[in-house]
């Protein structure tokens, strides 16, 4: 297991999602299914860069399973957002936030998955490669946030060429 013991630069709202996201990891292994992070927590878990800022948490599921959350959410009272084109489930809770995302539609089909603990928080995350590529695909289709996803990108070469990411 890879342990990160430092925080992004927003480490109060990073302890509260984290918590939250513990809440969210306990419904699916109800369901028996293992989310997998990537996104921003995975490049600040390959990447350390304190400077970054968590908005989120992302997970990848099988998409089966999305609805199957939805309903315990209901049941629960938890607020979410439901984006049925995309199949994206966004989870709310006292200004956090954790997402999940179809694992089918995830473009590098990379299965060597690694485990992480984050303070606390032990999670499955996707390889460092597949990341690489994630953001190497979104700095190229993004209209959101394409120089972010550069600067991630660079960031994440610079980590595996250096071998700072272990």
């Known amino acids: 297991m890879i342990l990160i013991k430092s ?7 990073f302890i509260k999602v984290k918590k939250f996201a513990k809440e969210v990891i306990k419904i699916c292994k109800k369901l028996k299914v293992t989310p997998i992070v990537w996104g921003g927590l995975a490049y600040f878990g ?3 860069d304190k400077g970054v800022i968590l908005h989120d948490i992302d997970f990848l599921i099988p998409d089966r399973y999305l609805k199957k959350i939805i ?3 209901e049941k629960r009272k938890l607020r979410y957002h439901w984006n049925a084109e995309w199949h994206e489930l966004r989870i709310y809770k006292k200004g956090l ?3 999940f995302d179809p694992i089918e539609d ?4 990379d299965k060597n998955f690694k485990d992480f603990g984050f303070n606390g928080l032990k999670v499955k ?3 460092l490669n597949s990341l690489i590529k994630a953001y190497k695909r979104a700095s190229e289709v993004s209209h959101d946030k394409p120089e972010q996803h550069r600067k991630r990108y660079e960031a994440l070469l610079k980590a595996k060429k250096t071998g700072s990411c272990f």
Not at 7 to 13: A, L, Q, V
């Open 7 to 13: 925080s992004p630069k927003n480490k109060e709202y």
């Open 46 to 48: 390959y990447t350390k």
């Open 71 to 73: 309903e315990i959410l």
């Open 97 to 99: 936030r954790v997402e």
């Open 106 to 109: 995830y473009k590098n089909k």
């Open 125 to 127: 995350v996707v390889s």
